[in-house]
T-cell receptor
Framework: ETAVFQTPNYHVTQVGNEVSFNCKQT?????MYWYKQDSKKLLKIMFS???????VNETVPRRFSPQSSDKAHLNLRIKSVEPEDSAVYLC?????????????FGPGTRLTVL | GDSVTQTEGQVALSEEDFLTIHCNYS??????LFWYVQYPGEGPQLLFR?????EKGSSRGFEATYDKGTTSFHLRKASVQESDSAVYYC???????????FGKGTSLTVIP
């Protein structure tokens, strides 16, 4: 099956803990992304990764960092979670960075910070 | 700056009603415009896209026409069904990785 896969589906943790979310795509794409979707369904891009080149949205706090072992994997680590990090984190991939490229999304990881 | 504006946050319709979700954009260049749909528990998926003035995108009975003059890409469907209940996002993309912007999303509820 070709798709974007994310684990875990849900994660509950306490303020100050470190968490890590996994993302794998089997579509053979060159570019991967992480988005944050808040409780009002607002989608904001956090990171883009292409050919070992990482592009960071300047508004993303430094406690967030993406980690990639190859072009099919892009994980997300949060070093010390804060309550405002509660959200759904969506991973996506596309065949290239061209402006016509469709993005394929995973089902998301819902993070709850107590 | 570059942005997408969806004016409707929530829409409630009865089955067979006509749907319009307004999308206006602001972009420094010539963007590609997208409509994505997100069903509960899933990630967004592409409905369709358009990249040229007057180009019409369509899928599953939904359609939108790229209008450079009014900077709009309004989503329409003549007769909605309960299965169309979802969140709809208008988005634009400009050349380059980070120039991808989503509107705030419109939650559509269709009552049978």
């Amino acid at each position: 099956e070709t798709a974007v896969f994310q684990t875990p589906n849900y994660h509950v943790t306490q303020v100050g803990n470190e968490v890590s979310f996994n993302c794998k795509q089997t579509l053979g794409h060159d570019t991967m992304y992480w988005y944050k979707q808040d409780s009002k369904k607002l989608l904001k891009i956090m990171f883009s990764y292409n050919n070992k080149q990482l592009i960071v949205n300047e508004t993303v706090p430094r406690r967030f960092s993406p980690q990639s072992s190859d072009k099919a994997h892009l994980n997300l680590r949060i070093k010390s979670v804060e309550p405002e990090d509660s959200a759904v984190y969506l991973c996506a991939s596309s065949s290239d960075w061209g402006n016509y490229a469709e993005q394929f999304f995973g089902p998301g990881t819902r993070l709850t910070v107590l | 700056g570059d942005s997408v504006t969806q004016t409707e946050g929530q829409v409630a319709l009865s089955e067979e009603d006509f749907l319009t979700i307004h999308c206006n954009y602001s972009a420094s260049g010539y963007p590609t415009l997208f409509w994505y749909v997100q069903y509960p528990g899933e990630g967004p998926q592409l409905l369709f896209r358009a990249s040229r003035d007057k180009e019409k995108g369509s899928s599953r009975g939904f359609e939108a026409t790229y209008d450079k003059g009014t900077t709009s890409f309004h989503l329409r469907k003549a007769s909605v069904q309960e299965s169309d209940s979802a969140v709809y996002y208008c988005a634009l993309s400009l050349t380059g990785y980070q120039n991808f912007y989503f509107g705030k999303g419109t939650s559509l509820t269709v009552i049978p």
